[in-house]
């Protein structure tokens, strides 16, 4: 595998079900990030995860659950989801931002497209 | 709040034609990142400039950073079917990005 795979590609699931997802980079990379991508809006930024530490968390509602086990992978919880947070999620993995040497280059995995029925 | 304005939302153009599309802000950036992005797949980083006035060349894609690191284009010259997608920018600042809501071009054959 290279780059950033991500895992499932597709995710249906009932507002009463509990469901991860997951990101993994083969980049080098130590930072790694959750967007949300909705239609009509930008990307949204949700969780930064730099050296494995949570470094920004976008005022995400409680039911959206980060882990970052290690700089390779990241995991998006998610649990009591409302029909509002179908979108797509993207993962997303970077040299660690703040450093002076870093660029701003992400790299993007595949995306899951999440439906909440 | 850092936003970033895209121009025009949605473009369609025939194979062969040239075109460029507007990335714009009020709000100073230390690099500017352009992607692209295709139907069920993630955005795909095509270029990064970070220095004002700053022109990149990618084949037949031409980017350029504006003066005052607030703006930046992307112009594309005949194109193809195959640059159908929807291209961003991103601004990176404060050590993470702001994204645009992006283009989205439609090239026809």
């Known amino acids: 595998e290279t780059g950033v795979t991500q895992t499932p590609r597709h995710l249906v699931m009932g507002m009463t079900n509990k469901k991860s997802l997951k990101c993994e980079q083969h980049?080098?990379?130590?930072?790694m990030y959750w967007y949300k991508q909705s239609a009509k809006k930008p990307l949204e930024l949700m969780f930064v995860y730099s050296l494995e530490e949570r470094v920004e968390n976008n005022s995400v509602p409680s039911r959206f659950s980060p882990e970052c086990p290690n700089s390779s992978h990241l995991f998006l919880h998610l649990h009591t989801l409302q029909p509002e947070d179908s979108a797509l999620y993207l993962c997303?993995?970077?040299?660690?931002?703040?450093?002076?040497?870093?660029?701003?280059?992400?790299?993007f995995g595949p995306g899951t497209r999440l439906t909440v029925t | 709040t850092q936003l970033l304005e895209q121009s025009p939302q949605f473009l369609s153009i025939q194979e062969g034609e040239n075109l460029t599309v507007y990335c714009n802000s009020s709000s100073v950036f230390s690099s500017l990142q352009w992607y692209r992005q295709e139907p069920g797949e993630g955005p795909v980083l095509l270029v990064t400039?970070?220095?004002?006035?700053e022109v990149k060349k990618l084949k037949r894609l031409t980017f350029q950073f504006g003066d005052a690191r607030k703006d930046s284009s992307l112009h594309i010259t005949a194109a193809q079917t195959g640059d159908t997608g929807l291209y961003l920018c991103a601004g990176g600042s404060n050590y993470k990005l702001t994204f645009g809501k992006g283009t989205l071009l439609t090239v026809n054959p």
């Open positions: 997303a993995s970077s040299h660690s931002p703040g450093l002076a040497d870093s660029s701003y280059e992400q790299y």
């Open positions: 400039v970070v220095t004002g006035g």
């Open positions: 980049l080098g990379h130590n930072a």
